[in-house]
C-alpha cells in the first residue's frame, strides 16, 4: 500500500514562531486530509487538499501532488496549536480509504 | 457547524466483556467510518460502511467486530469478546460522498480500556 511519512516526528515552538510540516507519499494520491489531534485526543479536519494551495486563518496548505508531497503552514503558533498534526492520503490506484502518517508531534510553549 | 458525535466518551471494561460504541453521523453523509488509534500510534482503518452494508474492511476487522446502523441516525461499531490489545480510541468518521470525493469528517472517539 502506499507509505506515508511525516517530518519532523516532533517539534517544539516557541508561541509567535512559524513551522512547516511536511508530508511525502510514494504513489500518486486522489485525496489528501490535515488533521490536528489536541491533547484531549480529538481529531480536528483542518485541510482537504488533494492538490493546490487553501488557507484558513493562520495556517495554510499546499499539496503538489505531481511531487508527492503536502506542506502545512503555521504561522505566529499559539499554545492551542500544540498537539499531534497528522496527513492522511488515498492513493489513486487503489482503495478510496485513507492512510495516516505517523504524524508531528508539536509543543508550543508560552 | 454540524458534527460527528460519539457515546461514551470513555469507556472502560473487563476482557472477554462485549461493548458497543455508538456514533451519530453528520445528518446528510451517506458514508460512515471506524477507525482506531493504539496510544502513541498512527490511525488505522477498521471498517467502512455504505448503503447498509460493509464495503471494505481491514486486516484488523476481524469476526469479533461488527457494525450495524440500526435505525436511521446512529452506526454502531461491537466488539464481541473484549481482549487487552483493543484498548485504544475508537473514532467513527462520515462522508457525503464515497470514492475520490470523500472528505471525511471525525467524531470526538471513544477511549476504550479493557482491564
Known amino acids: 500500500g502506499i507509505q506515508v511519512e511525516q517530518s519532523p516526528p516532533d517539534l517544539i515552538l516557541q508561541e509567535g514562531a512559524n513551522s512547516t510540516l511536511r508530508c511525502n507519499f510514494s504513489d500518486s494520491v486522489n485525496n489528501l486530509q490535515w488533521f490536528h489531534q489536541n491533547p484531549w485526543g480529538q481529531l480536528i479536519n483542518l485541510f482537504y487538499?488533494?492538490?493546490g494551495t487553501k488557507q484558513n486563518g493562520r495556517l495554510s496548505a499546499t499539496t503538489v501532488a505531481t511531487e508527492r508531497y503536502s506542506l502545512l503552514y503555521i504561522s505566529s503558533s499559539q499554545t492551542t496549536d500544540s498537539g499531534v498534526y497528522f496527513c492522511a492520503v488515498s492513493s489513486s490506484g487503489g482503495s478510496y480509504i485513507p492512510t495516516f502518517g505517523r504524524g508531528t508531534s508539536l509543543i508550543v510553549h508560552p | 457547524e454540524p458534527e460527528v458525535t460519539q457515546t461514551p466518551s470513555h469507556q472502560v471494561t473487563q476482557m472477554g466483556q462485549e461493548v458497543i460504541l455508538r456514533c451519530v453521523p453528520i445528518s446528510n453523509h451517506l458514508y460512515f467510518y471506524w477507525y482506531r488509534q493504539i496510544l502513541g500510534q498512527k490511525v488505522e482503518f477498521l471498517v467502512s460502511f455504505y448503503n447498509n452494508e460493509i464495503s471494505e474492511k481491514s486486516e484488523i476487522f476481524d469476526d469479533q467486530f461488527s457494525v450495524e446502523r440500526p435505525d436511521g441516525s446512529n452506526f454502531t461499531l461491537k466488539i464481541r469478546s473484549t481482549k487487552l490489545e483493543d484498548s485504544a480510541m475508537y473514532f467513527c468518521a462520515s462522508s457525503e460522498r464515497g470514492g475520490v470525493l470523500n472528505e471525511q469528517f471525525f467524531g470526538p472517539g471513544t477511549r476504550l480500556t479493557v482491564l
Open positions: 487538499i488533494p492538490s
